[in-house]
Antibody, heavy 126, light 107 residues
């Protein structure tokens, strides 16, 4: 059974960098059939997919257009986890952030998510 | 961007009754639709993918139907643990988009 355990600060100052990690148990961040995603949820924006990382002989990243200039998702194979960094945050980035797994079947990703991490509420405020 | 619209926003149902939730896409998503359940303070849980395939461990009282732009999630006989918010998600096109949710509450 795959479990995702998130950690990171719940309060970030405006203009600073939001940093979260997602520890993976029961699967490998380097899996050839999985992608590791970050999704956020806020009352104003609902559920919003932010990006993903995956390994297929080399590492790949895909990012949402809305955050592409500010986001970095990195794997850490030494501790089997994936991280999210979001730069230059504003109050609009206040949300619950989730990591979630997506699986590849055949030659394409399913693009639905299971399982999800427990979520981390991040508030952007001075 | 494909807009997903869920209705109703809130559904009041008595335990043991049937609940029918709707999800409409602004353009066809074929059968590339998933449903999730979210309880307060918890992450979403995958219920259905491919519009009608139950995820592992999901009880048979949950069923999904539809294709194209109109989808339905049916809970045949509501149990106490089913009172939650339900989201649909299309994965036919990028960006992936979610509906705003339907809250199923106790009548």
């Amino acid at each position: 059974q795959v479990q995702l355990l998130q950690s990171g600060p719940g309060l970030v100052k405006p203009s600073q960098t939001l940093s979260l990690t997602c520890a993976i148990a029961g699967d490998s961040v380097s899996s050839n059939s999985a992608a590791w995603n970050w999704i956020r949820q806020s009352p104003s924006r609902g559920l919003e997919w932010l990006g993903r990382t995956y390994y297929r002989s080399k590492w790949y990243n895909d990012y949402a257009v809305s955050v592409k200039s500010r986001i970095t998702i990195n794997p850490d194979t030494s501790v089997n986890q994936v991280s999210l960094q979001l730069n230059s945050v504003t109050a609009e980035d206040t949300a619950v952030y989730y990591c979630a797994r997506d699986l590849e079947r055949g030659t394409y990703f399913e693009n639905w998510f299971d399982p999800w991490g427990q979520g981390t509420l991040v508030t952007v405020s001075s | 961007e494909i807009v997903m619209t869920q209705s109703p926003a809130t559904l009041s149902v008595s335990p043991g009754e049937r609940a029918t939730l709707s999800c409409r896409a602004s353009q066809s998503v074929s059968s590339n639709l998933a449903w999730y359940q979210q309880k307060p303070g918890q992450a979403p849980r995958l219920l259905i993918y491919g519009a009608s395939t139950r995820a592992t461990g999901i009880p048979a009282r949950f069923s999904g139907s539809g294709s194209g732009t109109e989808f339905t999630l049916t809970i045949s006989s509501l149990q106490s643990e089913d009172f939650a918010v339900y989201f649909c998600q299309q994965y036919n096109d990028w960006p992936l988009t979610f509906g705003g949710g339907t809250k199923v509450e106790i009548k």
